[in-house]
């Protein structure tokens, strides 16, 4: 999400490239990290991956985007939908020729819009694991992980300097 399209009225959440976001500042990373013999860089901006909407457009047709829209506006007028910790799980993520490195992270009352989006929309809808792409092999490309299988077949849990994991930590909030 390099330029925002921000959403609801309000600068907290946007729409791009087929995917509701959360933009988040992360500020002093180390510019380069490497994982073996692989050095990858800091993107530049940063951001959450709320829903792929990308995927329920082809799914269910045109349609369901600006229902999904919709939805998440009038959810979010009433409900944060805002960042809340780094969980302090980090994974290298890896699909063909695509690298990063991505931190988990928590983001308050998600779920509870996917429970609505399902219910009210009627839609088939998998809760998305939340993370933010800090790293990257190819400049500012991450690799879509929309849902637990993806984790669990693309990316690996890793280790990272512990300079990253206090950089993150004062990003959590209280």
Do not use: W
């Not at 309000?10 to 180390?30: D, K, N, S």
């Not at 998305?128 to 693309?154: A, F, S, W």
């Amino acid at each position: 999400m390099e330029n925002p399209n921000y959403i609801c009225g309000a600068r907290t959440h946007a729409y791009g490239q087929g995917y509701i976001g959360l933009p988040v500042t992360v500020e002093g990373l180390p510019q380069e990290i490497s994982v073996g013999e692989i050095n990858l860089q800091a993107k530049s901006t940063f951001h959450v991956s709320l829903l792929c909407v990308k995927y329920l457009i082809r799914k269910y047709g045109e349609s369901v985007e600006q229902d999904l829209l919709s939805l998440f506006c009038e959810f979010t007028r009433e409900n944060s939908v805002s960042f809340v910790r780094y969980t302090g799980e980090f994974r290298f993520a890896e699909m063909m020729e695509r690298k990063s490195i991505i931190a988990m992270c928590e983001v308050s009352n998600l779920e509870s819009f996917f429970e609505l989006a399902r219910r009210e929309l009627r839609i088939s809808l998998q809760s998305q694991p939340t993370h933010v792409t800090l790293y990257t092999l190819q400049p500012e490309l991450g690799i879509g992980l929309n849902t637990q299988r993806d984790i669990d077949q693309k990316t690996r849990p890793i280790l990272v300097p512990d300079r990253l994991t206090e950089i993150l930590g004062a990003y959590n909030m209280p």
